[in-house]
């Protein structure tokens, strides 16, 4: 007879039973048919009430997950048979452009299922009444479980709930810097930077890198010469040219940030996918630092949710632009996201996430043999540099022409950066193994051809 772990329960006892019942149906831990045991069988192998375990079980079996039969007792019925996923027909192409996490029909199913067992569970008032953009405890209790998993220790008083990676650094820039002040950045960088640089009526300054980073003696010079108010690092493979920098380099950049006064906002999408790494710069550097990640990037597109924390001399400047910049997270979001990092649902799918992109990053091995390219197997894309002869720009849009949709270098550019003649191609978002696999195929033959031997079109 299956019985959850008691130490993972947490208020609400019935919902938190319930999605114990859930996970162990979803990862098939209990098989369709498994009986579950009596409400009074569990309630005291649990320490809990009946009513309590009489309304964990109604909560199941409204979303048959389970169902109940005089004699019988109540039994899992598992999942609703899923249709399977269309394959995309010969004509439909390669999108290898858009930096999405591998997705899987369970993906599909858990979200369905959370959101049906929060709209039956969620005060209504969450959806009618204006809640304060800190969220409630549990929330922040989450966001603080979540950050400490990527690193960063922060009490639950320190985070502050963000709609995904974009709002946040819209957030936390806006914060630190006024019109005219200099953001400092790797010269190839997210295209996030770039753009809410630009928005804001910021000088943004790109630093020469190697393979581990930002030169400190870039970082120095600049210091020295621009004035720099902050300085924006993506130190955990989530650059375009995907890097995991290594820790001497983070405490030497840390050092210079502390020695110079600069501010330090550390994106970290990928959160604990990106395994095996070093401390967050903003723990090396807690007091001048702001640190974030995104939960839509590291587990699926649709949970737009993610979490900030930063000192607390900062905090009401950041609560303030985060109701300017479209308030907290969505309730519903937020909602579903404290519920997958509390019951363990979100590292599980991290975990998932990490062996998915570690088997593409060995198809990349095999295909891309011989040709120079940076990659990671915890990364979310590779850089590819292009052989003499193509363009960026070229190489895309007469790709565009064979129906596969790659990034060019252009969107990640600091300004006044020349073109790297690179690529970034994405690891998840071609969905099926094997499509992936034939497109990068295809991209590897092209990179073989020149320009001045194919038929011409207007690059």
Known sequence: MWYPDPETLHAPLHASLAAAIEQAILTEELAAGARLPPHRGMAGRLGLSVHTVSKAYQSLRKRNLIDGQIGRGSYVCGPAPQDPPQEPGPGDGFDFSNSHPVRSQQHSRRFQLSLQALAAELDPSALQVCK??????????????????????????????????????????????????????????????????????????GLQADPHGILPDALTEACRTSGAKVLCLLPSLAN??????????????????????????????LGPVAGDRPPPVSALLPERSLYMTALSTCLMPGLQAGYMAGPSHLLPSLKGRLLSFGGAAMPLMRA???????DGTALELADWQRAALKSRHRIACRVLHGVPWTGHPSAMHLWLPLPEGWSAAGFSQYARQMQIAVMPDMPFLAPGTCSAGGLRISLGAVQAEGRFRKGLEQIAALLKLQPHSLPHLAF
């Open 240 to 269: 375009p040219v995907p890097v995991m920098m290594p820790e001497g380099r983070r405490r030497a950049l840390a050092r210079i940030a502390q020695e110079n006064d600069l501010y330090i906002i550390e994106h970290d999408p």
């Open 336 to 342: 579903l996201a404290s519920r997958w990092v509390l």
């Open 132 to 205: 304060s953009v800190a969220g409630t405890g549990a929330d922040r209790t989450a966001g603080a479980r979540w950050l400490a998993a990527c690193g960063f220790a922060a009490a639950p008083d320190q985070v502050i709930l963000t709609n995904g990676g974009s709002h946040g650094f819209t957030v936390a820039l806006s914060a630190l810097t006024r019109p005219g002040d200099t953001v400092l950045s790797d010269s190839i960088t997210d295209n996030l930077i770039v753009s809410g640089c630009a928005y804001l009526g910021l000088k943004h300054v």
